[in-house]
């Protein structure tokens, strides 16, 4: 999957959206498992979402019904669109692509998340 760039992240009112993008430098057709992370200062990190090359989704509880997940494998490109944001969603979110279990994951830079109450 070659290098991840996440993009999209930025400073957005309590209840507004904003759409992240991760876009991989090599083809993610063969990719299991994509997903995004978040780190809140002082937080540990968070897993919000994965999306398998099969369709498969999960969110976590904090997210579930607000963000939605997808993968077009002919842009190589995930996104994570996140609706109904929440003060306590602010953080960095990391995106990641594993090529299966037991192999190693590759990470993005991390993009900032701040949603002002």
């Known amino acids: 999957q070659g290098q991840l760039v996440e993009s999209g992240g930025g400073l957005v009112q309590s209840g507004g959206s904003l759409r992240l993008s991760c876009a991989a430098s090599?083809?993610?057709?063969?990719?299991?498992?994509m997903g995004w992370y978040r780190q809140a200062p002082g937080k540990e990190r968070e897993l919000v979402a994965q999306?398998?090359?099969?369709?498969?989704?999960y969110y976590s509880d904090s997210v579930k019904g607000r963000f939605t997940i997808s993968r077009d494998n002919t842009k190589n490109t995930m996104y994570l669109q996140m609706n109904s944001l929440k003060a306590e969603d602010t953080a960095v979110y990391y995106c990641?692509?594993?090529?299966?279990?037991?192999?190693?994951?590759?990470w993005g830079q991390g993009t900032q998340v701040t949603v002002s109450s």
């Open positions: 990641y692509a594993q090529l299966n279990l037991g192999t190693t994951r590759s």
């Open positions: 090599q083809t993610i057709f063969a990719v299991v498992y």
């Open positions: 999306i398998t090359g099969g369709g498969t989704t």
